[in-house]
């Protein structure tokens, strides 16, 4: 248990569906980010917030919508996904950016039919 | 461009040493992580190092060369449970940059 929760831990959607992923950290700290981790792929960093002002967008696609209404809550809202976005999204915080130790969840499994 | 190298999979015995290589090329550097992963699971964080040389913890150690853009974590007396997949990730000017990971099996 690190401190990061997530929910759903699965979900399959269809690809006209509208769906949303929750992160909630319980550790005080100011940063949380959204990874994408597919099969053979490095960790790909999607957003970052600090102190709830996003600070980094990593040329996502628009399908992906972040929301961090205070720095303990993280969302990622999904729709009109395609079917090469299943993967295993994991969030993580951190004291603050840069060289801090991130602390990551256990991730969703999203399937995208 | 940025990038970290480590090697795809890796077999050792259990009772043995297994050191898991990383080199990388980043923008700017902070410090450069090493985080364990078990399948399903979340990563979780094992040693930092930002400073040249060895950083030891238990059976784990971890060193750093930044000259050499080089870096290597040493499991030893290994056990089943480290059977998992070992991430080396740098923090450079702006974020965190992993490696693809290193899945470790360790046998009997």
């Known amino acids: 248990e690190t401190g990061v929760t997530q929910t759903p831990r699965h979900l399959v959607m269809g690809m006209t569906n509208k769906k949303s992923l929750k992160c909630e950290q319980h550790?005080?700290?100011?940063?949380m980010y959204w990874y994408k981790q597919s099969a053979k792929k490095p960790l790909e960093l999607m957003f970052v917030?600090?102190?709830?002002?996003?600070?980094e967008n990593n040329s996502v696609p628009s399908r992906f919508s972040p929301e961090c209404p205070n720095s303990s809550h993280l969302f990622l809202h999904l729709h009109t996904l395609q079917p090469e976005d299943s993967a295993l999204y994991l969030c993580?915080?951190?004291?603050?950016?840069?060289?801090?130790?991130?602390?990551f969840g256990p991730g969703t499994r999203l399937t995208v039919l | 461009g940025q990038n970290i190298d480590q090697p795809t999979e890796m077999t050792a015995t259990e009772g043995a040493i297994v050191q898991i290589n990383c080199t990388y090329q980043?923008?700017?550097?902070?410090?450069l992580f090493w985080y364990q992963q078990h399948a399903g699971e979340a990563p979780t964080f094992l040693s930092y190092?930002?400073?040249?040389g060895l950083e030891e913890k238990g059976r784990f150690s971890s060193f750093l060369s930044r000259s050499k853009g080089y870096s290597y974590l040493l499991l030893k007396e290994l056990q089943m449970k480290d059977s998992a997949s070992y991430l080396c990730?740098?923090?450079?000017?702006?974020?965190?940059?992993f490696g693809t990971g290193t899945r470790l099996k360790v046998l009997a």
């Open positions: 980043t923008s700017g550097f902070n410090g």
């Open positions: 550790l005080g700290h100011n940063a």
């Open positions: 917030y600090n102190f709830k002002e996003q600070t």
């Open positions: 190092n930002v400073l040249d």
């Open positions: 993580a915080s951190s004291q603050g950016g840069g060289a801090d130790t991130q602390y």
């Open positions: 990730a740098v923090s450079g000017t702006y974020k965190y940059i």
